[in-house]
């Protein structure tokens, strides 16, 4: 057993986050993730997958994403629809604004505005964006792929329009790391591709192609490790190409090392509390996996361990992209 110590308050946020690891609850297991995450980054024999779920970029997780991949602390992201969506908007300076939770709603509709949770945004707007895409769609046309192609083709057409790539999307074309959202439809995303088919538009999205694509990722890398930013269909997503592979016969037996951040609980059932325990029963997580689930807020644990890693000045270096699609 490992005495614990009580946290004492540090101007070094690594050193915060090694002491709570030692403390109890879910403080340390927000200091165990900064850890996990830390030793992942140092295998040079692992590819990093991030899930990212939940509304971050609405609650202003934009830079802390961004900063994961410039430092190369991922090497695969699979998201949601809306998350890219909403990085769209911002990268094209439509703006998410502090709003309140306790609001007369009614009175938001009838002036255009959407409410996401305390976070508000002008309804017009986002349809503006809905239209960006079925433009793009529709000069794209015909179009038939996987969702990984149709983004970087978008991102790289969104770069072009605005004159700049600061955004998650454009900050992951400028560093060659993948984006795959297997649920591509169901978000405003979906909506501008809706908009496009009407118009006459051909683009068809292969989601079984996201499949073949980012399981050839998992069984070109030696080990693997998974963070998952809430669950759903990402998480699931990433989950389930350690059970291809094992199929496919090139598996690893479920991935290396694993960290979530989820305010989901297991005993409901559902995949977004289910723990990498039960996990391994499937082979999707390995034996002796690195693992931690941090029941927390992502919005609060999310900036502290990305601190963290930064602020102990850990470095990775760009892995070579050695998939050919």
Known sequence: MEPRIPVSPSERIETLLCNMALTGFQGRRIGESFQVWQSMIEDPDC????????????????????SLVKNHYVDVIVSTGAN??????EHLEVRHYLGHHEVDDNELFSQGIDRIYDVFAYEKEFRDIDLKIAEFSIE?????????????????????LSGHNHSLLGSCIDEGIPVFIPAL???????????ARKKGSDVIIDQIL???????????S???????????????????????????????????????????APHWGGLSGCTFEEAISWGKEHIECK????????????PFVVSGLLSAGVKRKKRHNCINF
């Open 47 to 66: 590819t990093i997958f991030l899930g990212l779920s939940g509304a971050m970029i609405p609650a202003g997780m934009q830079e802390i994403l961004v």
């Open 84 to 89: 890219i969506f909403h990085d769209i908007c």
């Open 140 to 160: 794209n046309s015909p179009f038939k792929g996987s969702s990984r192609e149709y983004i970087k083709k978008f991102g790289e057409w969104m770069i072009d």
């Open 185 to 195: 439809c169901d978000s405003s995303i979906g909506i501008g591709l809706l908009i």
């Open 210 to 220: 996201d499949i073949d694509e980012i399981v050839k990722y998992v069984e070109n």
């Open 222 to 264: 030696q080990k693997t490790g998974v963070v998952y930013i809430g669950g759903g269909v990402p998480k699931n997503f990433i989950q389930q190409t350690q059970v291809i592979s094992s199929i496919h016969g090139k598996g690893n037996e479920g991935h290396n090392y694993a960290i979530q951040f989820t305010t989901d």
């Open 291 to 302: 693992k931690v689930q941090c029941f927390c807020d992502a919005t609060i644990a999310l």
